[in-house]
């Protein structure tokens, strides 16, 4: 069953409820609905967040955000697929906030089998707080593509031929928070919050998951058997030239950190850097 959701907070959507659709997962009074955009707010009180209702395995999720305006430093506004338990997988997006006029860094971060480590940061090419930009994880069993914009900025391939585990045997959810974070989330930590600017908000749109919703976290046949999804086609698994020309270009002008290319954390250079061309 392949299901194409577009939410907004309070509403109905395409004849759906939304009930129906997603929840907030905590601090409901500050997940705020005005007409098609959702907001989340942190203050001094709380941070928020909401979640999918529905799990899924594989298929593209995509949201559209316009982030904390203003002053951020401090804050965190995540959007991500994450499994359940100890051994979870998970795909992160990560908006770092930051002083008036300094960028917003985007940090992504992949999780297999409970084991993260993998950041990549980098600076966004246009100012993310004035208007609405699109961010997408799109899974298949070949590979994990996150965009901005549908330029892609980072490709995990299936590299379990390698020997390198893949997240392709639990089902996600989709989710979305704010929260303080300025024990490190700005300069390190350095930059604090500063809370005479809050409530910070974070303001959402075009929710959409196209992508294979489980019955059961348990069953996941129908998802990962011999059917064929549209995300299973090689030309949409694999990046085109023209894809791969953009990463290239991500890569050489916005990436300020990279996980493999971090010796002091990293002696030996982790598996998966060794194989992949870019990450």
């Not at 395995?57 to 982030?67: P, T």
């Not at 929260?179 to 700005?186: I, V, Y």
Request: glycine share 6%; aromatic share 12%; proline share 4%.
């Amino acid at each position: 069953m392949i299901v194409v959701l577009v939410i907004s907070c309070g509403e109905a959507v395409s004849g759906a409820k939304f009930d129906e659709l997603y929840r907030s997962s905590w601090a409901m009074d500050h997940c705020v609905n005005e007409g098609e955009v959702t907001k989340l707010k942190l203050d001094n009180y709380s941070g928020a967040g909401f979640e999918s209702r529905s799990k899924y395995l594989f298929g593209k999720v995509s949201i559209q955000i316009k982030l904390v305006e203003g002053d951020s430093a401090g804050t965190v506004t995540a959007f991500y697929m994450s499994s359940d338990g100890p051994n979870h997988n998970e795909f992160d997006f990560e908006f770092l906030g930051n002083k008036t006029g300094e960028p917003y860094i985007v940090q992504t971060n992949i999780y297999v089998n409970g084991v993260g480590n993998r950041e990549q940061r980098l600076n966004l090419w246009f100012d993310p707080t004035t208007e609405f930009h699109t961010y997408s994880i799109l899974w298949s069993k070949r590979s994990v593509v996150f965009m901005v914009d549908e330029t892609p900025i980072r490709v995990q391939k299936n590299l379990e031929d390698k020997g390198i585990p893949f997240a392709k045997d639990q089902a996600m959810g989709v989710y979305s928070s704010i929260w303080n974070a300025d024990d490190w989330a700005t300069q390190g930590g350095l930059v604090k919050t500063d809370w005479s600017h809050a409530p910070f908000v974070a303001s959402y749109k075009e929710f959409q998951i196209d992508a294979c919703e489980i019955p059961t976290t348990s069953d996941l046949s129908k998802c990962n058997g011999d059917d064929k999804f549209w995300w299973d086609e090689p030309t949409v698994s694999e990046l085109s030239l023209h894809q791969n020309h953009q990463l290239i270009w991500v890569r050489a002008n916005h990436m300020i950190y990279d996980y493999c290319f971090d010796a002091a954390r990293f002696p030996v250079t982790p598996l998966e850097c060794q194989h992949h061309r870019h990450l």
